[in-house]
């Protein structure tokens, strides 16, 4: 008993990797998708999972590396990255799918953000909000 479990687990680790370096086959293409919708954070989840639906089938095999060095990325700082809270890392920067990704997102900031909603460059985005107090930076009313 105990040598099928070792033999079964010791197996796993070669089915895993040698599925994750295949990236030719439709299952990848999906698998692809799901990481890239499926992220945790919901914004990431709708920014890169629409891009990548879009995207994903024109792209060839370096394309297909690039996408996966952006999803092996960490939710936190991508996100920081793609807002321009802060600049990314050179590797990261160089990225093409990462550079599209942030140009649809610049776009879509300029296109449906006003300038004083946004992050300066280099700082978080932190704004006092005081529903009671009706302090000078509160809402005027409701969810504003």
Not at 12 to 20: A, E, G, K
Not at 71 to 89: F, I, R, S, V
Not at 100 to 110: H, P
Not at 116 to 133: I, L, M, S
């Amino acid at each position: 008993m105990a040598s099928l479990r070792r033999a079964l687990f010791s197996t796993v680790p070669r089915i895993l990797t040698s599925n994750r370096t295949s990236l030719a086959g439709p299952q990848s293409i999906h698998r692809l998708l799901y990481r890239s919708k499926q992220r945790g954070y919901l914004e990431l989840d709708l920014i890169l999972g629409k891009w990548v639906e879009d995207h994903i089938h024109s792209m060839d095999e370096s394309g297909i590396k690039s996408l996966v060095h952006v999803l092996d990325l960490e939710n936190p700082d991508l996100w920081k990255w793609l807002t321009g809270q802060e600049q990314p890392p050179e590797p990261v920067n160089s990225n093409p799918v990462f550079a599209a990704v942030r140009e649809k997102v610049a776009n879509n900031l300029d296109n449906h953000a006003a300038p004083e909603t946004r992050a300066t460059p280099g700082q978080a985005w932190v704004r006092g909000w005081d529903d009671f107090k009706k302090g000078r930076d509160g809402p005027i009313a409701g969810n504003q």
